[in-house]
């Protein structure tokens, strides 16, 4: 496709269940970016892979959360267990490698009851 | 990682210029200077990015100081439409690339 891909754009979920957000994003592209946004707050950045390999993963909250890449494509964040404070617009962004232009996708807004 | 320091918000009449500062002091000699924009309800938007030199793009200029400690996003004649918080970044200058965000300013344009 033309952008980075996030799916789903809305999903509420009961405390305590686990979700899966998925991003696609722009073919070709090597590096992939995952953040955070909470409500009236900057971006939050979780984590990086480059292919499928997650060189810098400092940005994951807790270990309820996790991440992965698979054909150095789609990638998952699966968020465990999951809690209000989860609560929040989760973006992805891709980029060639090393690129100086990173393109976000619209987001997944997760919301905890 | 290095830290920007931008206004919380600025005001601007439409069809006029707005000058968007950033204080960055503690820049490196790699780190490049980026700027992205998020309008409501949407992700961030590449804007423009620059090194040393002042950059021209069909988005707006950046104007960089000469000590690179502090640079300036133009927009030549605000519309509407720009209206978002607009993020100064040092972008990482170790292995992964990645962008750490800051609070933003966040831009009005009045009509």
């Known amino acids: 496709g033309a952008g980075v891909s996030q799916s789903p754009s809305n999903k509420v979920t009961e405390k305590g269940k686990d979700v899966e957000l998925r991003c696609d994003p722009i073919s070709g592209h090597t590096a992939l970016y995952w953040y955070r946004q909470s409500l009236g707050q900057g971006l939050e950045f979780l984590i990086y892979f480059q292919g499928n390999s997650a060189p810098d993963k400092s940005g994951l909250p807790s270990d309820r959360f996790s991440a992965e890449r698979t054909g150095g494509s789609v990638s998952t964040l699966t968020i465990q267990r999951t809690q209000q404070e989860d609560s929040a617009v989760y973006l992805c962004?891709?980029?060639?490698?090393?690129?100086?232009?990173?393109?976000f996708g619209a987001g997944s807004r997760l919301t905890v009851l | 990682d290095a830290k920007t320091t931008q206004p919380n918000s600025m005001e601007s009449n439409e069809e006029e210029p707005v000058h968007l500062p950033c204080n960055h002091s503690t820049i490196s000699g790699t780190d490049y200077i980026h700027w992205y924009r998020q309008l409501p309800s949407q992700g961030p938007e590449y804007v423009i990015h620059g090194l040393t030199s002042n950059v021209n793009n069909r988005m707006a200029s950046l104007a960089i100081a000469e000590d690179r400690k502090s640079s300036t996003l133009i927009l030549h004649r605000a519309t509407l439409r720009d209206a978002a918080v607009y993020y100064c970044?040092?972008?990482?200058?170790?292995?992964?690339?990645?962008?750490?965000f800051g609070q933003g300013t966040t831009l009005q344009v009045k009509p």
């Open positions: 970044i040092l972008r990482d200058s170790g292995n992964t690339g990645k962008l750490i």
């Open positions: 962004a891709s980029g060639e490698v090393w690129a100086n232009v990173l393109t």
